[in-house]
């Protein structure tokens, strides 16, 4: 901690700095005098470091790299500043002074002798041994390590370099599975094109009483700090002395165990959220082959104080960001508009208009009849966009029914249900021969059974009247 406090004041001391030379550039820019303007930059602040641990014992204490890692946050936070200035943006502000509870890690930017992990152990220069609880082995590289303090422990977080073809699984030419899309919504998190919800429990909600109860007590507390401290400096006022400011009282027992309490609660709500997004992504990661998902802001909903607490609860984009990083290349965005249509909420799967209200869960569309459920229909709006296609699970007959504009007459009848168009990978990874690609039968098992052992000897079936060569680009569209 006290070495936290000691980056904590170098972090401030450095953004002092940084705002005093901004001050003086802009007073002999208004000047208009031929003064040089000249700003500080990383290198510079390398240098006052040294001079910052002359004068600060226990920043002297600290390990170097540690202290260089204080200015390149600081340098990057200005970096982002500056980026967010060149996009035009208003609302954005330069790195300023924080308070010492915001400030709550420190980095060693190379792992190796400063800091390593070994038997369990965490060894930090400067610091020591730390017990650790070893849970996840580290793959690749490691390149740094961080320890965060985070919901009333200390964390160690390590950063490891990776091929990408060791983290994200890719698919084969050959995979049979189906694509899927994805709609989410606050009702059912995610509905996908083939009928298929995901739902996991809404965490703030079922433990929103415990948390009610528990932070009611934390403001009394504080309210009741806030008290003593008015009678303490009320009193030093009466014998002419000067009273501590009201952040520099210690926190009482009672106090920190409450706020311990409340942290406790928050923390676990998180877990149950993380748990099951991963489980989501894991199991979709699993079911499908490739996945578009609808891209939207989820900003205002946060907005809208109706649907904030909710949206929250949902955490829709840490769901999204989730499956990106399972699916990486399988993963596609998808708009949430049709051109010269509407948006997919707000239509039909035939172009005709089908307004809805949020709180309207059905789907029924005046024009072609197609009755479903509001996100089902969604989820296969977004199918056509990105596959050309709809699922068989949307009823067959609406499958039929599909149109574009003109085409219907052409395309009816062709195959535009996902389950009998195949079209080929925008990408693959390791592509095989033809000879040794899996005996399928449009995608129903094959009557060998296994299909493993002896792929290389089995002769090839001809391929689906509708499927394309894998080297050729899919368009979205159903070829033919
Ligand atoms: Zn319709």
């Known amino acids: 901690m006290t070495r936290l406090r000691a980056c904590w004041r170098l972090r401030n001391g450095l953004v002092r700095d940084r705002e005093n030379n901004r001050r003086e550039n802009k007073a002999i820019r208004q000047q208009g005098t031929e003064a040089k303007v000249r700003y500080l930059t990383r ?29 390149v946050r600081v340098d990057e936070g200005y970096k982002r500043f500056f980026d967010a200035l060149k996009k035009g943006q208003t609302d954005v502000h330069p790195p300023k002074c924080i308070e010492l509870k915001r400030y709550r890690s420190l980095t060693y930017p190379q792992y190796g002798s400063a800091a390593h992990i070994g038997n369990s152990k965490l060894y930090l220069s400067g610091l020591g041994e730390f017990k650790l609880y070893d849970h996840r082995r580290i793959k690749g590289k490691p390149k ?13 977080i390590v950063t490891a370099e990776i091929q990408e073809k060791d ?24 509905t996908d094109s083939h009928g298929e919800e995901y739902d ?14 528990a932070q009611k007590k934390l403001s009394r507390q504080f309210e009741a700090r806030q008290k003593k401290h008015e009678a303490m400096v009320a009193e030093a006022r009466a014998s002419g002395r000067k009273a501590p400011a009201l952040k520099d009282m210690p926190y009482s027992n009672r106090l920190r165990r409450q706020i311990r309490k ?3 609660i928050h923390t676990k ?7 099951h ?3 989501n992504a894991d199991v979709i990661a699993d079911r499908y082959r490739r996945l578009a998902v609808e891209e939207h802001s989820v900003k205002f909903m946060i907005r809208n104080r109706r649907l904030a607490k909710v949206a929250s609860d949902r955490a829709i984009h840490k769901q999204k960001l989730l499956l990106q990083s399972k699916l990486g290349k399988r993963y596609i965005a998808a708009p949430n508009i049709r051109e010269e249509i509407g948006g997919n ?26 009755v479903g459920k509001r996100d089902h229909v969604s989820a296969n709006i977004i199918s056509i966009i990105i596959f050309g296609c709809v699922s068989l699970s949307l009823a067959p007959e609406a499958g039929q029914a599909f149109v574009r504009r003109g085409e219907d007459e052409a395309r009816r009848g062709e195959g535009l249900l996902c389950e009998s168009v195949r079209p080929a990978l925008e990408f693959s990874g390791k592509r095989r021969s033809p000879v040794r690609k899996r005996n399928t039968a449009g995608g129903e098992p094959t009557t060998g059974g296994d299909t493993r052992v002896h792929d290389r000897v089995r002769p090839v079936l001809p391929r689906e009247p509708q499927a394309v060569h894998h080297e050729e680009v899919h368009h979205g569209r159903a070829p033919g």
């Open 262 to 264: 409340v942290a406790t």
């Open 43 to 71: 290198a510079d602040q390398y240098k006052a470091i040294s001079e910052y641990a002359r004068r600060d014992t226990g920043l002297s204490l600290v390990h170097s790299q540690v202290r260089q890692n204080v200015a």
């Open 345 to 370: 909420s707000q239509t039909c799967t035939c172009g005709a208009p089908a307004p809805k209200e949020l709180k309207d869960r059905m789907h029924v569309c005046p024009v072609c009849g197609l």
């Open 167 to 190: 983290v994200i699984t890719r698919v084969r030419c050959d995979d049979d599975r189906l694509d899927a899309c994805i709609d989410t919504g606050l009702d059912k998190l995610m």
């Open 200 to 213: 996991p429990p809404k965490a703030w909600y079922d433990h929103r009483k415990q948390l009610r109860k």
């Open 144 to 156: 740094t390590v961080t320890v965060k303090f985070k919901q009333g422990r200390w964390h160690c």
């Open 277 to 279: 997004h991963k489980k």
């Open 269 to 275: 709500i998180e877990r149950i959220r993380d748990y």
